[in-house]
Nanobody, 121 residues
């Protein structure tokens, strides 16, 4: 079994910064894409930022220039540095990973439990 555990959420004033981290553990051979999604109340879950195993990144237009995603392949971790936060960034943030487990050719998709980010105006 594979677990993704997030940390780093909290309450911050507009213009502030937060750093989210996510660690994958369990029976892991390798991890392909990793990323961060968020879901605000009454809204659908949306992709915030993604990163491939090779380090290629993609971002939602709403966070480009403010958020930076990174990963450590040796430690199976992914992070999201969030700067210049806005009230509209308030949401539950979820870590996501495509994991290859021992003995399997295909990947399985896993989610973390989510961490709350609240940005006050």
């Amino acid at each position: 079994q594979v677990q993704l555990v997030e940390s780093g959420g909290g309450l911050v004033q507009a213009g502030g910064s937060l750093r989210l981290s996510c660690a994958a553990s369990g029976s892991i051979s390798s991890i392909n894409n990793m990323g961060w999604y968020r879901q605000a109340p009454g809204k659908q879950r949306e992709l915030v930022a993604g990163i491939t195993s090779g380090g290629s990144t993609n971002y939602a237009d709403s966070v480009k220039g403010r958020f930076t995603v990174s990963r450590d392949n040796a430690k199976n971790t992914v992070s999201l540095q969030m700067n210049s936060l806005k009230p509209e960034d308030t949401a539950v943030y979820y870590c996501n990973a495509d994991v290859r487990v021992p003995g399997r050719w295909h990947t399985y998709n896993y989610w973390g439990q989510g961490t709350q980010v609240t940005v006050s105006s």
